[in-house]
């Protein structure tokens, strides 16, 4: 019984941690580009209408290979720290996962 219930324990742990990770991830279309010191911020409008500002910079992301500069149009699929600001929703990115 012991080992069912650590074996239950675990398997929960892996569905919980899988879902967390999708959690932290969006994809939507590029609408603007804006240029700063460091890099730039896109903003992103999602297939449900939501729209965020997605910061992007090398130092930032995981793999600064990964560094490209979205154009307007595109589809991309952006990992990252989301938070909040009164209205309006935002994305330090650190993985682009797909660019369309």
Do not use: H, P
Request: aromatic share 12%; glycine share 6%; net charge positive.
């Amino acid at each position: 019984m012991k080992k069912f219930l650590s074996l239950l324990f675990l398997m929960g742990m892996i569905f919980s941690c899988a879902s967390v990770k999708d959690k932290n991830q969006l994809t939507g279309n590029v609408e603007s580009v804006t240029y700063g010191k460091d890099g730039y911020t896109a903003k992103i409008k999602t297939d449900d209408n939501q729209v965020y500002q997605a910061t992007v910079s090398r130092i930032n992301l995981t793999d600064a290979q990964e560094y490209r500069v979205f154009q307007i149009g595109e589809k991309v699929t952006l990992k990252g720290e989301f938070w909040k600001a009164e209205t309006e929703n935002y994305i330090k990115v650190t993985d682009i996962v797909l660019v369309k």
